[in-house]
């Protein structure tokens, strides 16, 4: 079962192309491909954009001929060696282009994460409302289960930022009887993230919105995770705001609060830039976190990440960039 606030005349406008498709016709597509899948046990692990550009630079990845080829590493494949059930729904929702030398490239991904598969953007993830799902999409879904235990159900979850919706999808999937809000600033992030928890068969609504705050309600689990790079293009999906990239982390984190219900859990994975040895991430938080009514967690999980991003200008002052988790615990429980 799923809800969404889009309505089912909506259109999916395509940023590359400029296409308008109805947005049933884009869910209805990209659900039948991720049942197709399935069913063939499709694998595809998404890295780093750094990994992703030098593995599809050999010189033999040129042209794919298999689906991982075109909705894992986006690669231009040769039509006639693909599945027709990929291809065909693929055109009706004009996520297909078919190039003048005959070849043919997916403008979305499937990945997966742990033993679910999700739909996101193609690579390169150029476009400003690009929908981004990487590595850090794995260790978020682990910080995810390790801190769900022990909620008390029915649980009402929020994914704030969703993107791909990995992180709510997640906490869904764990937690008994949760229903899921997806949040995000990008309707091409919530329409395929709504297409993600439909198809892993979560209970979900929909919502746009600029800050954790505009939701209504209170919560037992919000789950979030910010961009948190410098980015020149200012890209809704990577550019984290100033502190370096962390901006953002420190302001959804604290905008957060409020919406937990008594006992409830935010979850937050993000990263932060070290410089000159100082996590300007944490100093922030300690700073304006509130003194009493909730309890506070930070892990660092791994301790240089994105090392490839130090040699842009804006990073000049950073030591390394670090993936951190962040848990907090409103105090109490329910009446």
């Not at 030398?101 to 409302?129: E, Q, W």
């Not at 309890?295 to 993936?323: C, K, N």
């Amino acid at each position: 079962m799923h809800s969404t606030d889009a309505k089912e005349h909506a259109v999916h406008s395509d940023t590359a192309t400029g296409a308008h498709v109805p947005a049933w016709l884009v869910r209805e597509a990209l659900l039948s491909i991720l049942a197709e899948l399935a069913q063939e046990g499709y694998d595809f692990t998404a890295p780093t954009p750094s990994t992703h550009a030098r593995v599809v630079a050999r010189p033999d990845r040129r042209i794919g001929r298999t689906v991982v080829d075109l909705l894992g590493w986006s690669l231009p494949c040769l039509p006639d060696e693909l599945p027709p059930a990929i291809l065909e729904p693929l055109e009706r929702a004009a996520l297909l282009e078919r190039r003048p030398d005959g070849l043919v490239m997916a403008r979305v991904r499937v990945s997966r994460v742990f033993h679910g598969l999700f739909v996101h953007s193609a690579y390169p993830t150029d476009a400003p409302d690009s929908v981004f799902l990487g590595p850090d999409s794995h260790r978020f879904a682990d910080y995810v289960l390790r801190h769900c235990d022990g909620v008390a159900a029915p649980a009402r979850v929020l994914d704030y930022g969703a993107g791909a919706g990995v992180g709510g999808i997640t906490a869904g999937l764990h937690l008994p009887d949760a229903t899921l809000t997806l949040a995000d600033v990008n309707p091409k992030a919530l329409q395929y993230a709504s297409v993600n928890a439909q198809f892993a068969g979560i209970e979900h609504c929909t919502c746009l919105a600029g800050t954790p705050g505009e939701m209504e309600g209170e919560f037992e689990v919000i789950v979030s995770h910010p961009p948190f790079m410098m980015d020149r293009g200012r890209r809704t999906y990577r550019d984290g705001g100033d502190l370096y990239g962390g901006r953002l982390s420190v302001d959804w984190t604290i905008a957060s609060l409020p919406k937990l219900a008594p006992g409830g859990r935010f979850i937050m994975h993000t990263g932060v830039s070290i410089v000159q040895g100082r996590d300007l991430v944490r100093e922030a938080l300690r700073m304006r976190m509130p003194v009493q009514g909730y309890a506070y967690e930070y892990e660092v999980l791994d301790t240089d990440i994105f090392g490839d991003e130090l040699e842009q200008e804006a990073y000049a002052e950073v030591d390394r960039i670090a993936a951190v988790g962040i848990c907090v615990t409103r105090l109490g429980g329910r009446p």
